[in-house]
C-alpha cells in the first residue's frame, strides 16, 4: 500500500472513531435524556435529597415527564412536565404537557423514596423512568 493510502485509511479510522465516541450521549450529573427510541436515558437515577433532576429531551419526538402519582413516597411532592397538579389533570391535557426537541424540565427533589414517571405518548411502548431520592 503507497503511504498516501495508508493516511487515508487512518484518517477514516480515525474519523470512524470519532463519529463513534459521539454516538453516546455524555450526561450530566442529575441529567435524564429522552431518545428517539422511546426510553429514559438513564432509565433510574439516583441523588442526595434536595438534589435537581433535569430532563432533556434529546430526540425529534415530543415526550412528557408525568409522575405516577399513586406510587409518590410520603410526603412527596406531584411532578410533570406542564406543570400539572395531577396525574389526571397531566393525562386530561396531555398537550400541555409536552416537551419538543431541546426542551428541558427540572425538578428539586427534597424527600427521599423512589420516584417513578412516565412519558404518556410513549407509555404503552414501556418508557417509564425511576429517581430515587437518598
Known amino acids: ?3 498516501s493510502g495508508k493516511r ?32 429514559f436515558d438513564p432509565k433510574e437515577i439516583t441523588i442526595d435529597a434536595g438534589e435537581t433532576v433535569t430532563w432533556l429531551n434529546d430526540s425529534s419526538e415530543a415526550h412528557t415527564v408525568t409522575a405516577f402519582e399513586e406510587s409518590l413516597p410520603e410526603g412527596g411532592d406531584y411532578f410533570a412536565s406542564g406543570g400539572f397538579s395531577s ?3 397531566a393525562r386530561d391535557e396531555i398537550g400541555d404537557g409536552l416537551m419538543k426537541e431541546g426542551d428541558t424540565f427540572e425538578v428539586t427533589f427534597e424527600v427521599p423514596g423512589t420516584y417513578r414517571y ?17
Open 118 to 134: 412516565v412519558c404518556l405518548p410513549h407509555e404503552s411502548e414501556g418508557m417509564t423512568g425511576t429517581v430515587v431520592v437518598r
Open 8 to 39: 487515508l485509511t487512518t484518517v477514516i479510522f480515525v474519523v470512524a472513531l470519532l463519529v463513534a465516541g459521539c454516538s453516546q450521549e455524555e450526561r450530566l450529573p442529575g441529567q435524564v435524556g429522552m431518545t428517539g427510541s422511546h426510553a
Open 87 to 89: 396525574e389526571e389533570e
Open 1 to 3: 500500500m503507497s503511504s
